[in-house]
């Protein structure tokens, strides 16, 4: 398998990053994983969605919180638009699991990856929680 890390093809990823992979493999053909140890380096990215990061990935598998109650955990209570607007710009969804997130009402909310609300669905239904197709359907009206 080739990689690209840090700017340069290697043929074979190092170790931790090998591990992470086969996980992933193995969550996506439906044996639920834990990512919440894997180690991500938040430096470059600003303090407010730094917060918001580390508080999405306290959200359990299975379980979910809106943009709202995502703001409040984070003591920011009137910026749940704010919280999805960095979750939008979240690079790695399965580690900082921003699927988790929903709109008010159990609403399925957005998803910038790939897929858009089809894969939150089955990400989400990958840890036993079911997303309505309705509300994906009239998202995408």
Do not use: W
Request: with cysteine.
């Amino acid at each position: 398998m080739v990689a690209l890390i840090h700017g340069a093809l290697v043929d074979t990823p190092p170790p931790a990053i090998a591990e992470l992979i086969k996980k992933i493999q193995v969550h996506l053909q439906g044996v639920r994983q834990d990512f919440s140890e894997v180690k991500v380096d938040l430096g470059s990215v600003p303090p407010f969605a730094q917060q918001v990061y580390n508080a999405t990935r306290k959200i359990p598998a299975g379980q979910t919180m809106t943009y709202g109650q995502l703001a409040k955990a984070i003591d920011r209570p009137g910026a749940a638009r704010a919280v999805g607007q960095a979750l939008g710009r979240n690079q790695i969804p399965l580690i900082i699991p921003c699927h988790r997130v929903l709109a008010a009402g159990g609403k399925a909310g957005g998803f910038s990856a790939p897929g858009g609300l089809v894969t939150k669905a089955l990400l989400l239904a990958l840890e036993g929680f079911t997303l309505g197709l309705p509300a994906i359907a009239a998202r995408k009206a």
